[in-house]
């Protein structure tokens, strides 16, 4: 069993409020929040100077208005712009007209509305193609610095090795999960060497097995993302530690 402090909750609102506001943005959070959530998860990449802010996709194209700002821009990534422009864009008047508007949020503003309201954040490393660990160094050096005075720190996670390697070599003592949509061979051995406190996996992978293994290598167990009752039961049931919900209206943060 892990000795390693988890002062987090056992849920937790996907992108802010999963799919009942624009992901990813101020406005979610604190749709989240009025659900009574007060840890969540986000998707943290950079823009070509190198801001940190909330985008899950590769493109801009499905949760922004990208076409109407600078023509038709199919491919165009977070990465290939400014931050000076990338704040311009509209990234709530795809979910719905009440969100018209809404803009992308960087990782600082989110950190800062957090922090003032006593919220936690699991900030998933999401990085442009090419610059992995630079975006992992770059995640940690914000996040050290933004919560370098909260009581509890954000937990940092990421599918990409390359980034937590960055985040582990420039923030440390910040915490650290491994994300995996399969079991890879080494799942295991990959995380004690980054020094991971978490492994978060697609609720699926999560059995009698695959939970031992996890926990008695000293790792908290986290499941994304669970919207159904029976598969949330399941997971409490087999003993994991958190849960990544969109469904903030149907599961009550206990």
């Not at 990534?77 to 719905?96: N, R, V």
């Not at 999401?126 to 370098?148: Q, S």
């Not at 937590?164 to 990959?190: F, I, N, Y």
Request: hydrophobic letters at 40%; proline letters at 7%.
């Amino acid at each position: 069993m892990t000795d390693k402090p988890w002062p987090y909750p056992r849920w937790v609102a996907h992108r802010g409020a999963g799919k009942l506001a624009p992901e990813n943005t101020l406005a979610a959070f604190k749709l989240g929040a009025s659900h009574g959530y007060r840890m969540f998860e986000c998707d943290a990449k950079l823009s070509s100077d190198g801001v940190p802010f909330l985008m899950h996709d590769a493109t801009l194209t499905r949760t922004t208005n990208v076409r109407e700002i600078f023509g038709p821009a199919p491919s165009a990534t977070g990465g290939d712009h400014p931050w000076s422009e990338l704040a311009k864009l509209d990234a709530g008047g795809w979910h719905s007209r009440a969100y018209a508007g809404e803009p992308l949020p960087t990782l600082e503003n989110i950190s800062r509305y957090c922090i003032a309201n006593g919220h936690l954040l699991n900030i998933e490393i999401k990085p442009t193609p090419g610059v992995e660990r630079f975006t992992g160094e770059v995640v940690a050096r914000h996040a050290d610095r933004l919560w370098n005075n909260a009581p509890i720190p954000p937990l940092l996670t990421s599918f990409q090795v390359e980034s937590l390697e960055g985040a582990q070599a420039t923030a440390p003592h910040l915490p650290r999960g491994l994300l995996l949509d399969t079991l890879w061979k080494g799942w295991l051995e990959t995380a004690l060497t980054l020094d991971c406190t978490a492994i978060v996996c697609n609720h699926a992978l999560w059995d009698t097995s695959s939970v031992t293994q996890a926990k008695s290598a000293g790792f908290r167990c986290l499941s994304y993302t669970v919207n159904d009752e029976w598969a949330a039961q399941r997971l409490v049931d087999l003993g994991t530690d958190g849960i990544i919900t969109d469904r903030v209206d149907l599961f009550p943060p206990t």
